[in-house]
């Protein structure tokens, strides 16, 4: 359920195995209802296949700044850290990588829940189904079908992006630390001179104001944007921060990507992991649905990947309580020291943004 990058992605590596796969999603179509900026990390690149015409240009500067966006810190690195893809393309590209390895896609279909092997749909009939992967996003319906664990800390995104003028800005990552605007993380505009992504996240009791007039106020004044060039684009929706869950998995089913926490709690990125959790999950589902062996499903344990990034939970907890600009002004200023400078490029540059997830050796092939 869910034809986002992980449920695409299990979908394909599932019916590599030879396993029968539907995929459903309740979107009509895949170029609609984006609601990631796309930013895929060096780590994702160097890992994962994914088509060059559909990446832009590489980022390799980010540029930090205060609630007063005085004194910013610049980061630069020697290498391309980042590319933002075309998602509506990425999700055709993996779709038809699915299709190709043999997995049907319905589209206009809503999961109303499972039971006995027979999963229910909104806009289809019943399926009889061995297993339900819950691919269906951060307020995952099946995952509360399923009786697994849901997430609980979220925070709300919302983004414009539009088109610029090509040649006429430095590919740039700029973000703005603003408990006023982004209360509890942060906005941003990348621009990678191509197109330009200008948003805002924060956890949604402290937005009093809604995340839309703050996504309006910071627009309107977003350092390093550039004049839009064409048609402008709005996606948003929740972002799970709260780290991978502990219950991932039952005899019924199991979760994937944002359904899963699958989102690095410190930055928020979600495509590196979802990747990488994405084959821990079709290993995973594909070894017990050979074996019938519930022992197998213990692979796929949330509690040993949280213990994996403790110290990004923590960091999360210590970014959620800067709620005063004064806390966020004295924070970006700790940036500009050596040791500052350093823990930043360590985060924004380094390759622990996400544990590397222990893929298990594979089964033989189903018949």
Request: hydrophobic share 45%; with cysteine; glycine share 12%.
């Amino acid at each position: 359920m869910g034809a986002g990058l992980a449920g695409l992605h299990t979908a394909r590596l599932l019916a590599e195995q030879g396993f029968d796969v539907l995929v459903a999603d309740r979107r009509r179509t895949l170029s609609t209802g984006v609601r990631t900026t796309g930013i895929f990390v060096r780590r994702t690149l160097d890992d994962f296949d994914l088509p060059d015409h559909l990446l832009g240009p590489a980022v390799r500067e980010v540029v930090l700044y205060p609630p007063s966006r005085r004194a910013p810190v610049r980061l630069s690195s020697e290498r391309d850290e980042y590319r933002v893809a075309d998602m509506p393309g990425v999700y055709a590209h993996a779709r038809r990588m699915a299709e190709a390895a043999g997995a049907r896609i319905a589209l206009g279909v809503r999961y109303a829940g499972s039971a006995t092997g027979v999963v229910r749909l909104e806009g289809a009939d019943p399926v009889v189904a061995r297993f339900v992967v819950g691919a269906d996003g951060a307020r995952s319906t099946v995952a509360r079908g399923l009786g697994l664990d849901v997430n609980r800390h979220l925070l709300i995104g919302a983004e414009l992006v539009h088109p610029t003028a090509s040649g006429t800005t430095v590919p740039t990552f700029h973000c703005v630390l603003d408990p006023r605007v982004a209360p509890g993380y942060l906005a941003w505009v990348i621009d990678d001179g191509r197109n330009a992504h200008v948003g805002v996240a924060g956890y949604p009791d402290a937005m009093r104001a809604g995340v839309r007039h703050l996504l309006e106020e910071f627009a309107a004044r977003a350092p390093g944007r550039a004049t839009p060039a064409g048609p402008v684009e709005r996606r948003g929706g929740p972002i799970p921060v709260g780290g991978v869950l502990r219950r991932l998995a039952c005899p019924a089913g199991l979760l994937v990507g944002d359904a899963a926490g699958a989102v690095s709690p410190l930055t928020a990125g979600g495509l590196d992991p979802c990747l990488r959790m994405s084959e821990l999950a079709a290993t995973v589902a594909g070894d017990y649905l050979r074996t019938g062996d519930q022992r197998v499903l213990r692979r796929y344990d949330g509690k040993a990947l949280r213990a994996r990034f403790r110290g990004r939970l923590l960091l999360r907890r210590l970014f959620a309580g800067v709620r005063s600009p004064a806390v966020a002004e004295a924070a970006v200023a700790a940036l500009r020291t050596r040791a500052g400078r350093a823990a930043a490029a360590r985060i924004l540059f380094g390759d622990g943004s996400f544990p590397t997830v222990p893929i298990p050796d594979p089964e033989p092939r189903a018949s």
